[in-house]
């Protein structure tokens, strides 16, 4: 296990994945009922942007450094929960700050040191569960939850050759033991292959009320660079679909270059990919 996120926090995939988990979340939220949260690839939790790892690479200047500044409507509520100057936080801190009394947050990651990282972060919490264990292991062991209402964030951080098949059978396992989850599952586009394999893979399980959600940050011409990302969603709350679109376009405005994209797709035989 190389991967470390701290070199990447705060980037531009970081800033699409976590604009569209603050709206998933809300959306869940408008509903008083207690809501559990599993998030199977944690990091973490947050990050010090003045940290070596994070001015070695940068790369957060080139994500949540250009939303900060006067930040456009459809991102405000996302870039005031990101952090300050000098901090952005990734996916357990944002739900952390939504969570109401009585909803709940289970924390998996598998590397040694970020796992105890993120258990001292948040020592104490009686609404946090830290465990340090495979994500996708996890999907199967905690779900469904008591609470019969669950958002679940897949985040791997694509460093084995076969993550999109492994998401598609983690997707698969935990869907069927938990049909009403929202589940939310972030994918880089380096090239369309692997990505066209995963949507046909996802139409095939039929799982039905699958979206994707996505900002090409420029055409996907050298497979090379992160091009462009998605977070695809199955079963996406009442209210998201509508909030989506302005946060997508929002991105790709500040994100993008001049050839960039951003949309929302209902997955189906027939979508374009
Ligand atoms: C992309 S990062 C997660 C970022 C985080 N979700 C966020 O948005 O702030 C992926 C994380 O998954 C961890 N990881 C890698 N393989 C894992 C596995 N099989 N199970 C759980 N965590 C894993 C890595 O150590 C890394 O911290």
Redesign the pocket.
């Known amino acids: ?1 190389n ?3 701290a070199f ?2 705060g980037n531009a995939a ?1 800033c699409v ?2 604009a569209l ?1 603050v709206s998933l979340a809300r959306a869940m939220l408008a509903k008083p009922k207690p809501l559990f949260v599993l ?7 947050s ?1 010090d942007l003045t940290a070596a790892e994070a001015t070695r690479t940068g790369e957060f200047h080139n994500g949540i450094a250009k939303l900060r500044h006067s930040p456009p409507e459809a991102l405000e509520d996302f870039v005031a929960l990101s952090g300050t100057a000098d901090r952005y ?6 739900i952390r700050a939504l969570l109401r009394p009585g909803d709940r947050l289970a924390l ?4 040694k040191e ?1 796992a105890a990282t993120l258990r001292r972060r948040f020592h104490g919490d009686p609404q946090i569960q830290i465990h340090q ?6 999907l199967t062991a905690l779900l469904p939850p008591p609470e019969r209402r669950g958002l679940i ?1 897949i ?3 694509f ?2 050759t076969d993550e999109f098949a492994a998401i598609t059978a983690g997707l698969g396992v935990a869907w069927r033991k938990f049909r009403t989850g929202v589940f939310a599952i ?1 994918y880089p586009v380096k090239h369309r292959a692997p990505v066209r394999d995963l949507f046909d893979a996802i139409v095939t399980s039929a799982i039905p009320d699958v979206i994707t959600c996505e900002v090409m940050f420029r055409p996907p011409l050298d497979p090379a660079r992160l091009n462009g990302c998605g977070v695809l969603i199955v079963n996406a709350p009442y209210g998201f679909t509508t909030a989506a679109p302005p946060i997508l376009n929002a991105l790709r405005d500040r994100l993008a270059e001049p050839e960039g994209s951003a949309g929302i797709s209902v997955l189906t035989e027939e979508t374009p990919k």
């Open positions: 296990m991967y470390r996120h990447h926090a970081d994945k976590h988990l998030d199977t690839h944690a990091g973490i939790g990050y936080n990734g996916s357990p801190a944002l998996c990651e598998l590397h970020d264990r495979d994500g996708y292991e996890a964030l985040d791997p951080p460093e084995r972030w």
